[in-house]
């Protein structure tokens, strides 16, 4: 059974850093990519950023560009997300999820909806505080 755990995050103030990591195990499949979103009360789940395991390409969502980074370690088979200048704006539920099947080009245009990744954590609790 495949499981995605989150850690990492916490409580922090804004204009401060915090680092989530996602491992995966139990996979059956080889992993095509692995993304982040996140909800806020009230709102939708909404992409964050993503990486592809093989060609490391990575993608973010216009409001991150800049101050987060996604990367990978592949011996672990974990995912990082380095979250940089936080802002209060930026408080939510932080979800890692996996894609268990090759996208080929088409990841370049549906690397942002949830409906591409296969399974999913069970979340870690972001809070930034003005």
């Known amino acids: 059974q495949v499981q995605l755990v989150e850690s990492g995050g916490g409580l922090v103030q804004a204009g401060g850093s915090l680092r989530l990591s996602c491992a995966a195990s139990?996979?059956?499949?080889?992993?095509?990519?692995m993304g982040w979103f996140r909800q806020a009360p009230g709102k939708e789940r909404e992409f964050v950023a993503a990486?592809?395991?093989?060609?490391?390409?990575?993608y973010y969502a216009d409001s991150v560009k800049g101050r987060f980074t996604i990367s990978r370690d592949n011996a672990k088979n974990t995912v990082y997300l380095q979250m940089n200048s936080l802002k209060p704006e930026d408080t939510a539920i932080y979800y890692c999820?996996?894609?268990?099947?090759?996208?080929?080009?088409?990841?370049?245009?549906?690397?942002?909806?949830?409906?591409?990744?296969?399974?999913w954590g069970q979340g870690t609790q972001v809070t930034v505080s003005s």
């Open positions: 990486i592809r395991w093989g060609a490391a390409s990575t």
């Open positions: 139990g996979r059956t499949y080889s992993s095509y990519a």
């Open positions: 999820a996996d894609v268990s099947r090759s996208q080929g080009i088409l990841f370049s245009t549906t690397y942002f909806d949830t409906r591409t990744y296969d399974y």
